[in-house]
């Protein structure tokens, strides 16, 4: 059995949190703007480790009664061994602690992966953003799961 640990987003793991951010994305965030979220009131990150080695991460920012996830993401090298579950497990408990009633997001029309992983938790599409993503104008599919 594959051990591992959800812990909060803390500055030492972010140069490991980059790299899978850049293995990851078409536009990856820059160390300005994930660091960035270290200090934001809005923002809840969890790391995933596997023998204290980071392998994914995600977050979401809290805003009034609804959670925006912003970004998850495993290590290629590590996909399929459960650290996309155990984040989603990780920021629907926090939205259950601080009283969040519903979570959204904006995902690839083409990363059916990761539409797979969502669904799994009870997100549904209600819309979609033409041409959202700057790199090739994909569209984004904008999922909710309007109960936590």
């Not at 949190?17 to 965030?29: T, V, Y």
């Amino acid at each position: 059995m594959i051990d591992l640990i959800a812990t909060p987003f803390k500055k030492q793991y972010l140069d490991s949190i980059l790299f899978i951010e850049n293995q990851s994305f078409h536009d990856p965030w820059s160390k300005n703007s994930m660091e960035k979220e270290l200090y934001n009131s809005f923002a809840r990150y969890v790391v995933i480790l596997m023998d204290n080695k980071v392998i994914g991460y995600g977050g979401m920012w809290l805003i009034l009664d609804e959670g925006h996830i912003t970004n998850i993401a495993v290590d290629p090298e590590f996909r399929g061994l459960g650290a996309g579950n155990l984040i989603m497990e990780s920021l629907i408990k926090t939205c259950l602690a601080e009283d969040i009633i519903a979570l959204t997001l904006e995902v690839r029309a083409s990363n059916t992966v990761a539409q797979n992983l969502y669904y799994k938790y009870g997100f549904a599409l209600e819309g979609v953003r033409r041409g959202y993503y700057e790199d090739n104008k994909e569209d984004a599919l904008i999922l909710w799961k309007r109960k936590i």
